[in-house]
């Protein structure tokens, strides 16, 4: 009983814990680690109560013990955490699609924690125009005559409606009523804008003698839909935008295009065909053209708009386009993002989207062999395999680029193995594929590697 309530009173007080050094430079809050000291502090009393343990740990040893309980509870509890995506789907629309480029974020991070010019003309000292930046990049890169950034690529399409046609109707064909990423009708978003649809054609062929017989006094505008994560074969036929737009401007109804992913470098060279290009759109006579920012472009959540001036002007001055515009941070990543696309080797290196898509396969045979040594330095059991990576983000369905993977062994279940890369500090997203946990190297930055090595080799050896 002596020695006992000796052990007892070797606990440390929480006031002289909470003064330890490593708890003092941690980066969790003092009032998040409060509990933890006392909570550690609560079992070292129960263990010397039931006989679990009969010494004290030193004050160290126990203060490691709190930091490391804390930071894991922080992280748990954090709704938005950074995670290593090894599913080999480039823009993976539930981890956060495309990741920026290092100068792109930089730049969001320095305008986002001080003052900025987002409406401030530094030259004449007065009130300037918003994401000014953003339609010199545009014009030059796709030759549009306006442009304008929203909050995604639905709100775009809400906006040039409700904007050009919300007092008559718009023509679109049956094998364009698509619904896209979660929740994204476009019967629905035409009702909301006030339009009326008018389908023509059926679900595999629409011919421009469809549109033609559509056209009536109440037609406000003519509208084509990227299918983008939908894919009609066999007997198919429709229209061209090229076609659209001659028929368009023979009757003086403006034609508008959802482009979906927005490819502003021509992505066929990657291997992705039937990405509609911007710039090819608005040479083929698109009065409008939209497409969202964080998909094959490589930035950040916007939709933007490019196209005739006395549209988008128009737009700016409608009520929508206050609660759809987008923020510093937006602009800022954007505009840094664009600026590398006028060297499209630069763009490749910077931007993660571009990079992963353009890979080479001898590239992409070095990282896997770079990562597989890596692993197996660290005592891990794992194999190289060939697989499949996709660009994902609605864009090109069905299309599977050649990539390399990890493929996971040891002794546990290939399920508990997706759990416990999952439950790292740093999760480890990976992909279930004939019954054995894969990671693709495409999707994981080199930047990563040691962590990844160190955590596979944990739970693989
Ligand atoms: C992805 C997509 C949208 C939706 O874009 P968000 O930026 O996610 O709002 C709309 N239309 C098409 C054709 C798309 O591919």
């Not at 990741?99 to 969001?108: G, I, N």
């Not at 009536?216 to 061209?240: C, M, P, Q, W, Y």
């Not at 770079?370 to 005592?379: D, P, R, S, T, V």
């Amino acid at each position: 009983m002596h020695i006992e309530n000796n052990l007892y009173k070797r606990i440390p007080q929480v006031d002289k814990l909470m003064q330890h050094e490593l708890i003092s430079n941690c980066e969790v809050y003092r009032h998040e680690i409060v509990e933890t000291v006392r909570d550690v502090l609560a079992d070292l009393r129960e263990g010397l109560r039931i006989g679990k343990i009969d010494k004290i740990p030193c004050d160290d040893d126990i203060a490691k013990k709190v930091v490391d309980l804390a930071g894991k509870r922080t992280r748990e509890q954090k709704g938005i955490r950074r995670v290593i995506n090894g599913t080999g789907v480039i823009l993976h629309s539930n981890l956060g699609r495309a990741s920026l480029s290092k100068a792109a974020a930089k730049e969001a991070v320095e305008i986002a924690s001080s003052y900025c010019t987002l409406e401030y003309d530094i030259e004449k000292g007065k009130r300037g125009n918003r994401a000014g930046g953003i339609e010199k990049y545009l014009q030059n890169l796709t030759g549009c005559e306006s442009s304008l950034i929203v909050n995604n690529n639905a709100a775009a399409v809400l906006l040039i409606l409700s904007s050009m046609a919300s007092d008559g109707n718009v023509i679109v064909s049956r094998g364009e009523l698509v619904e896209i990423g979660g929740g994204f009708r476009v019967p629905d978003i035409i009702s909301q804008c006030g339009c009326k649809l008018r389908e023509v054609g059926t679900t595999n062929k629409t011919r421009i003698a469809d549109y033609e017989a559509a056209i009536d006094k109440d037609t406000r505008a003519i509208l084509k839909v990227h299918t983008s994560n939908f894919k009609v074969v066999g007997f198919t036929e429709s229209v061209s935008i090229k076609e659209l737009t001659t028929l368009g401007k023979l009757h003086n109804i403006p034609v508008i295009e959802d482009i979906g992913s927005g490819a502003l470098v021509d992505v066929q060279k990657y291997g992705l065909h039937d990405e509609p290009l911007a710039k090819e759109s608005l040479k083929n006579g698109a009065d409008i053209v939209s497409f969202s920012g964080d998909k094959l472009l490589g930035g950040l959540q916007c939709g933007i708009i490019l196209g005739q001036k006395k549209y988008v002007e128009a737009m700016k001055k409608h009520p929508l386009y206050r609660a759809f515009r987008v923020d510093k941070m937006t602009i800022a990543v954007m505009e840094a993002t664009l600026r590398v696309y006028a060297d499209l080797s630069l763009a490749e290196r910077d931007i993660p989207v571009l990079s992963m898509l353009s890979m080479t396969d001898e590239a992409l045979r070095l990282r896997v062999e770079k990562l597989c040594e890596e692993i197996q330095k660290n005592g891990g059991d794992v194999e190289v395999i060939k697989t499949k990576s996709v660009a994902g983000g609605g864009a090109v369905p069905g299309l599977e680029l050649d990539s390399y993977a990890i493929a996971l062994k040891g002794a546990l279940s290939v399920e508990k193995l997706e759990k416990k890369l999952r439950e790292q500090p740093v999760p480890i997203i990976g992909r279930i594929e004939s019954d054995r946990l894969v990671l693709d190297v495409r999707t994981i930055f080199e930047d990563d590697f040691d962590y990844v090595a160190k955590a596979v080799a944990d739970v693989s050896g």
